[in-house]
């Protein structure tokens, strides 16, 4: 197993590097470039975003024929990694949840017609989109087989009603991916339908508060009073739509885990650069055995988490649905994210707590982290059914034991 780059991507690597350091890092340091939800403004954005385009580092996920880059998922691990130094990096290349999530979806898994319409304004930057699955109780969440929310077929159309919440970047998009039943066959019973926001019979009810900082659009609790979408508009077939989750799921929790690796080196360079110049009772923090050994078990477990996380993106590209171990990788980032802006903040005092540095955005951010596409207990839940199922094999290296996550 080789974690050696190839030329190719190293260059985009490097490349992203600088483009962030350059362009968009920057935009941190002045408090006007941050919305009253503490994120970039669409004005401001679409600035860098341009600038982005012109540089050729611009949606790594997606087709060429659109306007992407059509990476392998390994790129987008090394390339996502670098974007997240600054927290609009990801916006800025257009490899932010949860359009990045949609646009592989619909790469994937869209007919023909279906890219033209819905996924090419994604990856153009002119339209944001969401993803709608997660409903109240005793609604779907974690398990989508309990989602309640229904499409009745009347002709060519199904008609739609009922409750989702917590749906990321629903204020402002434009383009929707909803989770509905459309029988109560607990595999086959969900149906995934495309609508734009301006079709009637559906409303934001509202823009939940949240512990912050908000992503664009935030996290909002929508209903459907018969809402229409006409047959053209299901992604896949009637009853995929809990093969669509799994398509979508697997590969956008991996991407979290990108980000969050270059959130969570973010917080130690900023503890780093503290402790090297800060002095306490004639000793440098830096020198004291203590703070260097706080700051070595972070970067440890940051080097873990990218092991991890390359890994899972290897089995990813070699055909793999390598279910074990994006579960593994999503629980270790989360946990070592949260770790990284936690001693982040102790090494600074005063100072880590305040807004003078990013990385109390990031520690509000990481608390997220735990609970987004699947709490860290459903992920070692998962991984506990495996080594069940696997024994030994549970350990086994190489592509095949991506493969056997199928079976």
């Known amino acids: 197993m080789d974690f050696t780059l190839p030329p190719e991507i190293e260059d985009l690597r490097l490349k992203a590097r600088a483009f962030v350091d350059k362009e968009v890092l920057p935009l941190e340091s002045d408090p006007q470039n941050f919305s009253e939800h503490e994120n970039i403004p669409e004005d401001r954005l679409a600035k860098v975003r341009e600038k982005a385009k012109k540089a050729g580092l611009w949606a790594p996920q997606s087709p060429k024929e659109y306007g992407g880059m059509e990476l392998p998922i390994v790129a987008w691990a090394a390339i996502y990694e670098e974007a997240a130094r600054s927290l609009f990096g990801p916006l800025a290349i257009n490899c ?46 974690s398990d989508p087989t309990m989602i309640r929310t229904r499409a009745e077929k009347k002709g060519n159309k199904y008609f739609i009603t009922g409750r989702k919440w917590f749906i990321t970047g629903a204020d402002g998009a434009a383009h929707f991916l909803l989770i509905a039943r459309t029988s109560d066959d607990k595999r086959r019973g969900l149906t995934c339908f495309l609508f734009h926001k301006d079709q009637p019979g559906w409303r934001i009810v509202r823009r939940i508060p949240i512990l912050g900082p908000e992503e664009h659009g935030g996290h909002c609790e929508l209903e459907f009073g018969g809402l229409e979408v006409p047959e053209e508009n299901i992604l896949m077939d009637v009853g995929d739509g ?7 799921l697997g590969p956008a929790r991996l991407t979290h885990c990108m980000r969050w690796t270059g959130w969570a080196k973010r917080c130690l360079e900023i503890a780093q650069g503290y402790v090297n110049e800060r002095e306490g009772f004639g000793v440098k923090l830096g020198d004291r055995e203590s703070v260097q050994i706080k700051l070595g078990e972070v970067a440890q477990q940051i080097q873990i988490s990218r092991l991890l996380t390359m890994h899972a ?68 839940m998962v991984l506990a059914r495996f080594m069940k199922e696997e024994g030994r094999d549970f350990w086994q290296w190489g592509p095949g034991e991506g493969r056997r996550n199928e079976r």
Do not use: C
Not at 242 to 248: H, P, S
């Open 96 to 141: 932010m949840a949860p359009d990045d999530g949609n646009m592989n979806l619909l790469k994937l898994v869209g007919t023909r017609e279906q890219k033209e319409k819905w996924l090419k304004p994604i990856v153009e930057g002119k339209v944001r989109s969401s993803f709608a699955m997660t409903e109240p109780a005793p609604g779907g969440g």
């Open 313 to 380: 993106a290897w089995l990813l590209d070699q055909g793999g649905r390598a279910r074990k171990e994006v579960s593994m990788a999503k629980v270790q980032v989360a946990d070592t994210l949260h770790q990284a802006a936690d001693v982040a903040i102790q090494l600074q005092g005063a100072r880590g707590f305040s807004k003078d540095t990013v990385v109390e955005w990031i520690y509000r951010a990481a608390r997220a982290a735990r609970l987004v596409d699947g709490a860290s207990e459903v992920h070692m």
């Open 242 to 248: 809990l093969k669509v989750t799994q398509i979508r």
